[in-house]
């Protein structure tokens, strides 16, 4: 624990976890309140450290993705086994797997989303089984019975009863979070859901369950909700347009709740969780940049997470040849088990029957207990190379020594007055104004095109103009 001592300066016990060093003293102030721009934490205990803070923790936000739901039988999108690659794309007409989440390809032609939402989000079998006998559809079919929740789901649960949750922002649309008790209040659906759908025509908003019975009988929903209003070159009394799930598509705006609880844990948060996503994804990859750099990172992940250093070295994500404090590689549902029997908490009576049993990770080095390689821990499921791991790290220390060499980043955004996409090119974006976009730096994901933050007004409307806005 900290001690004071006569000439104030702090020490700290020998047993204390994720001791704070002195690091970069530049301090800033968000809502009144001082944000330590840098900080450095110790594992002296190793496992037990990371163990032990979150234990201590009572405001801890949690960033998750597919990696979560895989035990339970949902795919990932990205591993060599994920649905990119093993998705029959040519099958269901399209020219690429992306394209099943491309809102332009959608708009033209629905049928292969719906017909993939029929074999992924529903139990098929019970659907075949229904429609042989009197009554074509049966409740039984819903959505939410054909996934159970995993050990990693409990485990999120297990931290709200423990009042440890400040809040789960996930990007996975299964709604997994909530089967396993976790209050919607908490839960930010960074990418939509399914839970809920919108008509694209009349923009009526209803349950999915609405539509649940086009979808497991191979339709495409369209509204049967009154015509607003009828004009002449229409024909029928209902609307007609095609029902879409509230996922967000490649191309679509970003759920706003997004911005606007980040903007409420910003000030609250005192530890950070990445569970089951490499955050490749933008904005949600933006994340861990833009909250403070003084609370813990850990991740449990099969596989590391390299974030794009895109800031300046002051306001850099990226600590002294690091990202998170403690890595924990390897399947989620056995990281999250060891930790939780850690803690002496019982998840729920199946996991405690489930096979999954505590593991003591194997930590990578105890020489430098202070670098990436010393804050990694490897369990049963970790794809993880050591010696790619030591080259890379010693092409960071060459680079940080004088040589450079420039990275293309190409990002996708909208400008949130205008609408307008925006394709930014790191490499243009200084001299060309149709590649650059233009950035508040105090709030999550407001992006504008350089045409609109050349009105005055548009800038005067966002916080009155206040907030600062740089050009990336």
């Not at 490897?378 to 990275?407: M, Q």
Request: proline share 4%; charged share 30%.
């Amino acid at each position: 624990m900290i001690r004071s001592t006569g000439d104030k300066r702090k020490t700290y016990d020998e047993g204390s976890d994720f001791i704070p060093t002195a690091g970069n003293d530049k301090r800033v102030k968000y809502d009144g309140k001082d944000i330590n721009e840098k900080s450095k934490f110790f594992l002296p205990r190793g496992f037990e450290s990371v163990v032990r803070v979150l234990e201590e923790k009572k405001n801890i936000l949690i960033l998750c993705g597919a990696g979560l739901s895989v035990s339970c039988g949902i795919p990932d999108f990205r591993s060599s086994d994920g649905l990119y690659n093993t998705l029959n794309f040519q099958g269901l007409g399209l020219t690429c797997a992306e394209d099943l989440f491309d809102m332009e390809f959608f708009r033209e032609d629905p049928k292969p989303f719906f017909t993939f939402a029929r074999e992924h989000f529903y139990n098929t079998a019970t659907i075949e089984a229904d429609q042989r006998s009197d009554d074509s559809f049966s409740q039984s079919t819903s959505s939410s019975n054909v996934y159970e929740p995993s050990i990693s789901h409990y485990f999120i649960s297990q931290l709200q009863k423990k009042k440890k949750l400040l809040r789960i922002y996930t990007q996975n649309i299964d709604g997994l979070e909530e089967t396993a008790g976790v209050s919607p209040k908490k839960i930010v659906y960074a990418h939509g859901s399914m839970k809920s759908s919108t008509c694209m025509k009349c923009m009526s908003k209803m349950d999915t369950s609405e539509i649940e019975k086009d979808i497991i009988n191979g339709n495409i929903p369209y509204c049967k909700r009154p015509r607003k209003k009828k004009r002449s070159s229409e024909c029928g009394q209902f609307c007609g347009g095609v029902i879409k799930p509230n996922i967000t598509f490649f191309g679509e705006k970003l759920n706003n709740d997004v911005h606007k609880a980040l903007q409420s844990d910003k000030t609250k948060v005192d530890a950070i969780l990445v569970i089951g996503t490499s955050l490749s994804v933008s904005p949600m990859s933006k994340v861990i940049d833009w909250l403070p750099k003084n609370v813990p990172r850990i991740l449990i992940n099969r596989t590391d997470v390299k974030l794009e250093d895109s800031s300046s070295s002051d306001s850099s994500c990226v600590r002294d040849g690091y990202t998170f404090d403690a890595c924990l590689l390897g399947d989620c549902d056995i990281i999250t088990k060891s930790i939780s029997d850690a803690l002496g908490w019982i998840l729920t009576p199946q996991t405690q029957n489930n096979c999954v049993q505590h593991i003591r990770p194997e930590r990578i080095t105890s020489e430098d207990c202070n670098s990436k390689l010393g804050r990694t821990f490897l369990f049963p499921g970790a794809i993880f190379n050591l010696e790619e791991e030591k080259a890379a790290a010693n092409k960071s220390r060459v680079d940080n020594d004088g040589t450079t060499s420039e990275t293309t980043i190409v990002e996708v955004v909208h400008c949130d007055e205008c609408g307008k996409q925006i394709h930014c090119d790191n490499r243009k974006s200084h001299y060309d104004d149709s590649c650059a976009v233009m950035k508040c730096v105090e709030c999550f994901d407001y992006d504008l095109c350089v045409d609109c933050w050349k009105k005055p007004e548009i800038r005067t409307n966002h916080f009155g103009g206040t907030h600062i806005f740089v050009r990336e």
